[in-house]
């Protein structure tokens, strides 16, 4: 299955961009990423040059983020607040990641019309 290049976030469609170039450096800081989520473009960024196992991990963790501000839940999150969003994101990831892919006939009975 190839890689999206979009994806809907409640009523919005956010753009997924694969490159390693747009995710060397966090734009708020030197920190290196893996992914980025740019809530003014409604587009994530992926770094493509990591295993995919990686990538999926990191969409997953970026479309957290995302969902986090179209819901409202952080909408501008900054300073010791998006260090708890991070902390959350970052602890329910892989644990979420892993169930889906240990259950996908219970989450594709989920995702039914």
Sequence with gaps: MSRPNSIRIGATK????????????HPEGNDRVLGLTIHKEQTIYIDDSTKECGQKDTLL?????AIMGVYSFAPSARGKELEREEKLIC?????????M???KKAFAWMMEG
């Design 91 to 99: 602890s329910m990831t892989p644990a979420l990641l892993d169930t």
């Design 61 to 65: 963790h970026e479309v957290l983020h």
């Design 101 to 103: 892919q240990r259950n």
């Design 14 to 25: 956010w753009d997924i961009v694969w490159s390693e170039k747009k995710t060397k450096r």
